[in-house]
């Protein structure tokens, strides 16, 4: 078995106290994902695992043997931007970048799940099908904090997206 | 982080053998485990990863639903069933954490959670019963705005952190655990403990044993249900005071009705005294302010929470006013 990171199989570590994202940033070099509190309250190390986002830091590596992992390294490759990285760019939706691509992988794992009907706790009806108004990607988003205070332009950011994904 | 072993566990029968240790602990989705072991709370030297434990959500056959431990905390709360027989139970989950903690979470972890006391999680410099028994509690005389006004001790005074298992004590739900004795269920209620003079033993639960699955029974009247949680903030904190409830109604009165109250003690807190008051009575808010005076008659609150007496009379009045209203966001 190995961990698949960005589409390329890794084995994990040897000590199971190593946390996925000391694995990435540490043994592969992959230092896009972000490093903040190390204890799950901030979101800068989220990323992706099949699909979901998770936090990297209170994740132990070795129990995401045979999952696939999407880091922000592997959106879309060193010469491309996902279409998020170029909205957070034309949304002023950072400062100074440390929180970003946690930002970034949180917001493709919660267009995901809006996509799938997972209500939120600012949704007033749980059998409705969900609709990306500010209130909601506010909640949905309150697991990645960003300190300069870019969270209006994350946002507007992410709703853009929302919305030419919505409309495609 | 203290070493320690890492072995996935490939059933219920393989946990429990590898788990038989008392050294051992079992690991789900980690959002507690893995922080309380990097602050070296929580030393296991062997972790058995049950995480491949049964994710389903089955229909039983008296017509409730079996939620196996493995299931991720976003799963259960955007089960469908979950949102229209039981919404509380959906609200409750998506009160708590971020999305990404409740992408890992499982069901079984949620309840075996530890608290989120400050003094429990500092090793350095404090004093705690739950990490080190015998050692004292300075959350007692100390910062206690997030502490216990019922069922609390004077060897500690911690809350339960979980939204989720609110709205399981009021749902009567079935807790399915397996040992090396066999298998056997109890009554969520009996699952957590009050501290007493043992506030490092947070359940009934055997060293070994290990929580398989959770039971809803079959409850219509949960459809007009709802949870409701106070925090200091808006999302992604704990709660100072949380209600979940369900009503039913019969004509202008009250045919029978379920709560529980979050942030007020040791273990999720069944209301029952606040129940009985209303059960026959009408739904008028000073029917809802007798039960929630009946039920904190014997709180005692401590330095920095005198305000949660109030505030959770205040949020019930809330609460059961909507729910009468047929109201359950």
């Not at chain 1, 267009?111 to 059998?127: F, W």
């Not at chain 2, 009554?187 to 009934?204: K, M, N, Q, S, Y």
């Amino acid at each position: 078995m190995s961990l698949i990171i960005n589409g390329t199989a890794v084995a994990p570590p040897a000590d199971p106290r190593v946390s996925l994202l000391d694995h990435l940033r540490e043994t592969l070099h992959l230092t896009g994902t972000k490093k903040g509190c190390n204890q799950g309250a901030c979101g800068a190390c989220t990323v992706l695992v099949d699909g979901q986002r998770i936090l990297s830091c209170l994740a132990l590596a070795v129990q995401y043997d045979g999952r696939a992992i999407t880091t922000i390294e592997g959106l879309a490759g060193p010469d491309a931007l996902h279409p998020l990285q170029s909205a957070f760019i034309d949304h002023d939706g950072f400062q100074c970048g440390y929180c970003t691509p946690g930002q970034i992988c949180s917001a493709i794992g919660m267009i995901a799940e809006a996509k799938r009907g997972v209500p939120s706790h600012v949704s007033t009806d749980l059998a409705d099908a969900v609709t990306l108004t500010r209130e909601e990607v506010q909640e949905r988003m309150s697991g990645n904090l960003c300190r300069c205070g870019a969270h209006n332009g994350i946002i507007d950011a992410i709703r853009q997206v929302a919305t030419a994904e919505a409309a495609a | 982080m203290t070493p320690f072993a890492y072995a996935r566990a490939g059933d219920s029968a393989e946990a429990v053998r590898l788990g038989a240790d008392t050294t051992a602990a079992y690991l789900g989705g980690g959002t507690n485990l893995v922080d309380l072991m990097r602050e070296t709370v929580a030393r296991p030297a062997r972790l058995v990863d049950v995480t491949g434990l049964s994710d389903r959500i089955e229909d039983t056959p008296e017509g409730g639903l079996l939620i196996g431990a493995a299931v991720r905390n976003t799963a259960l709360a955007e089960h469908r069933a979950v949102r229209t027989r039981y919404p509380m139970l959906s609200r409750a989950i998506l009160a708590g954490a971020s999305a990404q903690i409740r992408n890992m979470a499982t069901v079984g972890g949620n309840l075996l959670q530890r608290t989120r006391c400050t003094y429990f999680y500092d090793t350095e410099g404090s004093r705690c019963n739950k990490r080190d028994p015998g050692s004292g509690c300075d959350a007692h005389e100390g910062f206690n705005r997030i502490h216990a006004i019922l069922g609390a001790s004077p060897s500690c005074v911690a809350t339960h952190p979980s939204d989720m298992c609110v709205a399981l004590a009021a749902l009567d739900a079935t807790v399915h655990v397996e040992g090396g004795g066999g298998a056997r269920t109890l009554p969520f209620d009996a699952l957590h403990r009050l501290p007493g003079d043992r506030p490092d033993i947070d359940t009934v639960l055997t060293p070994g044993e290990l929580i398989t699955a959770i039971e809803l029974p079959p409850l219509p009247f949960a459809a007009t249900s709802t949870y409701r949680k106070v925090r200091d903030r808006a999302s992604y904190a704990f709660a100072l005071i949380s209600v979940a409830a369900a009503l039913e109604m019969e004509g202008d009165r009250i045919s029978d009705v379920r709560i529980a109250f979050g942030g007020v003690a040791h273990k999720p807190w069944r209301a029952t005294l606040a129940e009985a008051a209303l059960r026959g009575g009408p739904a008028t808010e000073a029917a809802f302010r007798d039960a929630a005076a009946r039920e904190f008659a014997d709180a005692r609150p401590l330095r920095d929470n005198a305000f949660k007496p109030a505030l959770a009379t205040r949020t019930l009045v809330a609460v059961l006013g909507a729910l009468a209203k047929g109201e359950t966001a």
